[in-house]
């Protein structure tokens, strides 16, 4: 079974770079084993208050190059960032800075994914319901098992 792991985001709380450190140091890496993806930032509408967790777009860009960067350095793997298409044009001010590592993992609940975030000509995983078939949020990869394999893998398994 390919697996992997997600952090959910508070960047009202403390930095990005303390945040992935505590991801990795508690069960949120990466091995090069075949079997597990590269962690995920859950970057998304804040449930406890401000959309934006009260970071201007400029600041919320700064927090998540600071979180996947940490992210980086301790794992030698750029972080999947989840996120939606909406959230991600009003907190970062769509910005494409993250498009070129980071693998994209969108949530959009419709029978289509829909317009991406700047940059990411595609996604890797789609969240396309909150329920179905099996228990909880519904996601789907976008390709084969063996480029799945290759995202865990890092290309050198």
Known sequence: MIRGSYH??????TTGAVQANYFVDHGGGWSRDGRTLPGALDIEY???GATCYGLSQASMRSWIASFVNQ?????GRWATIYTTTDWWSTCTGNTSQFAANNPLWIARYSSSVGALPAGWGTYSFWQWSSSGV??????????????LRVLACNGSC
Not at 71 to 75: D, F, I, K, L, S
Not at 134 to 147: A, K, M
């Open 8 to 13: 959910f985001a508070r960047p009202d709380t």
């Open 46 to 48: 804040n449930p406890y």
């Open 71 to 75: 992210y980086y350095a301790r794992t």
């Open 134 to 147: 099996f228990p909880g949020d519904q996601n789907v990869w976008n390709g084969t098992l063996d480029r």
